[in-house]
T-cell receptor, first 112, second 116 residues
């Protein structure tokens, strides 16, 4: 079973709008990572947030983490057509922090 | 910095045939991973190496899948014999640190396998 589950499974927005996707997980974590995957390509690391952090920014990306609710969100502001991709959260297995488990992903379509 | 190299890019085989994939990680990355990604799903870890030793192969179907990382650098993943359900993208990734939760994974573009 997957540790992280993204919601929604798919998202369609207009260029310039914000996109928000969520990740819920089941067991305690040390860190949570977000990755992007363009069609036909490998995954690209976006951001890592540690369990003692609540919010992190990187350019147009904003990630929040709520360990009490076991959830994280990824916000892409002022979306562009180039942001069209699948986005995955990845969580470590708590004590076994050397193993990352990926969720099923959110497929984002940004329409020009 | 050169990225993770994988070959071939695409492979089509018939069921019961064998196939091998190759991966060359980023120079200096001690940890190497093979993931299987079925269409529409997230990547699933098959095997993780630290240098040339196996750290985790708990989800590797060992009756048909095998992997090796000789000399602690590049790696090959083999499937023999292939089944229809093996159709997927096989992604190789590497990281600097053993602790993947602390260190980002760098992925190759994968090998898309179709089993007919």
């Amino acid at each position: 079973s997957q540790q992280g589950e993204e919601d929604p499974q798919a998202l369609s927005i207009q260029e310039g709008e914000n996109a928000t996707m969520n990740c819920s997980y089941k067991t305690s974590i040390n860190n949570l990572q977000w990755y992007r995957q363009n069609s036909g390509r490998g995954l690209v690391h976006l951001i890592l947030i540690r369990s003692n952090e609540r919010e992190k920014h990187s350019g147009r990306l904003r990630v929040t983490l709520d360990t009490s609710k076991k959830s994280s969100s990824l916000l892409i502001t002022a979306s562009r057509a180039a942001d069209t991709a699948s986005y995955f959260c990845a969580t470590d297995a708590g004590a076994a922090g050397n193993k990352l488990t990926f969720g099923g992903g959110t497929r984002v379509l940004v329409k020009p | 910095e050169a990225g993770v190299a994988q070959s071939p890019r695409y492979k089509i085989i018939e069921k019961r045939q064998s196939v091998a994939f190759w991966c060359n990680p980023i120079s200096g990355h001690a940890t190497l991973y093979w993931y299987q990604q079925i269409l529409g799903q997230g990547p699933k870890l098959l095997i993780q190496f630290q240098n040339n030793g196996v750290v985790d192969d708990s989800q590797l179907p060992k009756d048909r899948f095998s992997a090796e990382r000789l000399k602690g650098v590049d790696s090959t993943l083999k499937i023999q014999p292939a089944k229809l359900e093996d159709s997927a993208v096989y992604l190789c990734a590497s990281s600097l640190s053993y602790w993947s939760s602390n260190s980002p994974l760098h992925f190759g573009n994968g090998t898309r396998l179709t089993v007919t």
